[in-house]
């Protein structure tokens, strides 16, 4: 044999290549991926000797105090305990009529015990006083007249694994003599038993505390909680029972490829592309020489999740101690537009420090004389920081995110790094992640120059997944994480703390919720739509700065398309831009319409020319005026399908204006045709797109400015609306008001 091969036959690849074969083959699963993750997971388990057991708890309702008796090789000469255990217990359901006290072994009553108890079992079993829980393990905190705390977890070991005997080299291994005398009888116990009731507890070395206590720091479900009889103390348990999605069998599929008829077996490994991940995965081993091939395995069919669902493991830059946080972090370089006042009190604050600001083109200067030294600027304080180290390398992992603002007192996040490969922000795209609103194609090239200069991101860039269970962010707040930062931002911008989700089986833990989002039939269920084509759907929606993740996406395509070795340039680090994911189902994030302000545009003339644009098309559109700019936007809120209604403000006042039989589904669609035409015909005026009402009215208030606010997106249908209808109009809605958007913190490398 060749060296590859004989170290294969070594560490046992082909065997366990085949068992996996034969497992996607058995049961025919629709995620062939995920099969296989959870195939190589029991194999992990079955070489530790570790199995998940079905435990049996007594029905609710049952007195806990009574149920629970000591283990029965205690106490074995003091009859006088079990006597006072007995009337305790009385007539209750009990483990104690399912034991053998070692107080009768070799007694005249140890026969007749035996039966009770092999009769006891039946009749629990029988009358539904024992339920199953889910397959799982039951953590433990005891606490005894000595101890305030003593934790364990129930689990169940594989006897294949131990042996009692002398000198034994076991996975299992007994810590003292034992006396082999002592066996039958308790053989002869176990024997009559249709249920165990264990009082073993096994030993770990696990100076770290990696196993058990982690499981304290997570929200798990309480089983029991009670007081034990006879000074025994208190015992809690709570359910570890999270294993993962299971998955249905799917029919065999017939057909033939390239004229040669293939098996039904062998047609569902081509469909699933089985032996290409076989030989992928088996490459993988071939390269690293793992000692441990499972482990090694697993880690490769985790990192394949990772991709397949667009997903990557940044090595996030923080700065170094002692940074002053508050002038660090400044809000995203698309607020305040309209208003160069609020970025030069920024630059105030911030000083000679430390800070984004000098990292980013706040776009107030955008086409403006300005825009080229801020550029240079910008790529001169990136290379500084590096060279300086005020930026740290963190370890690779993801940075949770609590933010407090002026509206909400928190809003969760998780700064994560996305596939561009997976993105378009074409029109009628059907990618993974899509843009939510129409891409502004001349917007790009100034951004995409900013990026070419950069070596650094600064994500302000905030993502949406449909996650109404809260199973990929919310649960991290569970766990006992180090945190990073915690601090107050600066312009009312509120208070932000991030932690860092640094750990493999934490990254596997987001990997898995998030791959089951992307399940088709999870995904068809939800939206009620039919089961969809892998590649038909849709994970992440952007949130805040579309454009510029836009920007990142051309960036990385042109950075493609320059290189010369296209297989090697797929590693870059361009290829993904850093993002903070968001569940829609957030209770800190609020939507709100982004508002339009049209400048050298005298209201006269712009509503004289709406009113005859709308009238050309067979449309009628009046206004109204109202006494303040929120009367205007409660009676906008009357708007129907049939008469679109949207406030206005100018220097004379606000109103409403009402579109009666529009074309559009969406109030700012109607707004947004009239707008872009006029604006081709009328080149002196321009847009701005603001977000909150009270900059809108300020803007709007000043001279042949006229201001429209546009309403709220209603969250609850906000994926379904994309993936019936495809984005929405451009600038159509915002997440929170301008003091509420992303302020940069994280930054990450783009070069290599």
């Known amino acids: 044999m060749t060296p590859d091969e004989e170290f294969l036959v070594e560490k046992a690849v082909p065997q366990l290549v085949n068992e996996l074969v034969l497992k996607v083959l058995r049961t025919r699963p629709n995620n062939v991926l995920e099969s296989s993750i959870k195939f190589l997971n029991s194999k992990r388990l079955a070489s530790i000797g570790l199995g998940v057991p079905e435990i049996m708890l007594p029905k609710a309702g049952v007195d806990m105090h009574k149920w629970a008796v000591i283990a029965c090789d205690q106490y074995t000469s003091e009859p006088e305990y079990w006597d006072n255990v007995v009337k305790i217990v009385g007539d209750a359901a009990s483990t104690y009529n399912m034991i053998l006290p070692e107080v009768f072994l070799e007694t005249p009553k140890e026969g007749a015990v035996i039966e009770s108890v092999k009769a006891k079992m039946a009749e629990y079993m029988k009358n539904d006083i024992l339920v199953k829980q889910k397959p799982g393990f039951v953590l433990l905190d005891r606490k005894t007249g000595v101890v305030p705390s003593r934790k364990g977890l129930m689990v169940a070991l594989d006897l294949e694994n131990y042996s009692y005997e002398k000198g034994s080299t076991t ?96 047609e569902f490994l081509v469909e699933k592309a089985v032996p290409q991940l076989v030989n992928e995965l088996v490459l993988q081993v071939l390269r690293t020489r793992p000692s441990n091939v499972l482990e090694s395995c697993i880690k490769f069919l985790n990192s394949k999740r990772l991709a397949s669902i667009g997903l990557g493991v940044p090595e996030i830059m923080l700065p170094k101690a002692g940074t002053d946080m508050t002038k660090w972090a400044v809000i995203a370089c698309d607020q305040y537009t309209s208003e160069p006042e609020y970025w030069d009190k920024v630059v105030k604050i911030v000083g000679d420090a430390a800070s984004t600001y000098n990292m980013i083109l706040p776009e107030v200067f955008l086409e403006t004389p300005k825009e080229s030294a801020v550029i240079e600027s910008v790529k001169a304080k990136m290379a500084e920081y590096m060279k300086t180290d005020i930026l740290v390398k963190q370890k690779p992992g993801f940075v949770l995110l609590d933010r407090k603002t002026g509206v909400v007192p928190s809003r969760k996040g998780l700064m994560v790094a996305l596939d561009l490969e997976h993105y378009s922000y074409e029109k009628g795209s059907t990618t993974l992640m899509r843009a939510t609103e129409g891409t502004i194609l001349s917007r790009l090239p100034p951004r995409v120059k900013v990026r070419e200069a950069a070596s650094v991101e600064l994500p302000h860039i905030m993502v949406l997944i449909d996650d109404p269970d809260c199973s990929v962010i919310e649960p991290l707040f569970n766990q006992k994480l180090k945190k990073v930062y915690d601090f107050d931002l600066m ?187 006029y604006l081709a015909d009328n080149k002196g005026s321009k847009i701005d797109y603001v977000h909150g009402v009270n900059a809108t009215a300020t803007l709007a208030a000043k001279k042949d400015n006229v201001g429209f606010f546009c309403p709220t997106i209603d969250k609850s249908s906000f994926f379904r609306t994309i993936i019936m209808d495809g984005a929405f109009p451009r600038k159509t809605f915002s997440m929170g008001e301008s003091d509420e958007k992303r302020f940069y913190v994280e930054v990450r490398k783009i070069v290599p």
């Open 491 to 677: 312009c009312n911008g509120g208070h932000l703390t991030g932690y860092a989700v640094d750990e493999q089986y934490q990254i596997e833990q987001i990997a898995a919720a998030i791959a089951r989002l992307a399940d088709p039939e999870v995904y068809a269920k939800k939206y009620n739509i039919p089961v969809p084509d892998k590649d038909k759907i849709l994970l992440y929606a952007m949130g805040d700065g579309n454009h510029s993740f836009a920007t990142a996406k051309l960036h990385w395509e042109k950075t493609k398309e320059k290189a010369e070795d296209k297989e090697a340039i797929m590693d870059h680090p361009a290829r993904y831009a850093l993002v903070e994911l968001v569940n829609i189902h957030d209770a800190g994030l609020e939507f709100e319409g982004i508002h339009r302000v049209v400048f050298n545009a005298p209201s006269d003339h712009l509503f004289q020319s709406m009113k005859d644009w709308f009238a050309s098309r067979g449309i009628v559109l009046t206004t109204a005026t109202c006494g303040s700019v929120q009367d205007a936007i409660k009676a906008a809120e009357q708007s129907t399908p049939e008469a679109h209604k949207l406030a206005y403000a100018t220097p004379a006042g606000p109103g409403v204006l009402t579109v009666t039989k529009p074309t559009k589904n969406l109030e700012t669609a109607t707004l947004q045709e009239f707008l872009d035409a």
């Open 171 to 266: 996975l299992m291994r007994a810590t003292e003599g034992t006396i082999l005398s002592r066996l039958p009888p308790r053989v002869k116990v176990r024997e009559a038993a249709s249920v165990e009731l264990p009082h073993i507890m096994v030993l770990i070395d696990d100076p770290d505390c990696s196993v058990i206590e982690p499981l304290f720091n997570q929200k798990l479900k309480k089983v029991y909680d009670f007081d034990l009889m006879c000074n025994g103390g208190h015992l809690t348990g709570y359910a570890v029972d999270e294993l993962g999605p299971v998955r249905r069998r799917r029919p065999l599929v017939h057909g033939s490829m390239s004229g040669n008829p293939l098996t039904p077996d062998e």
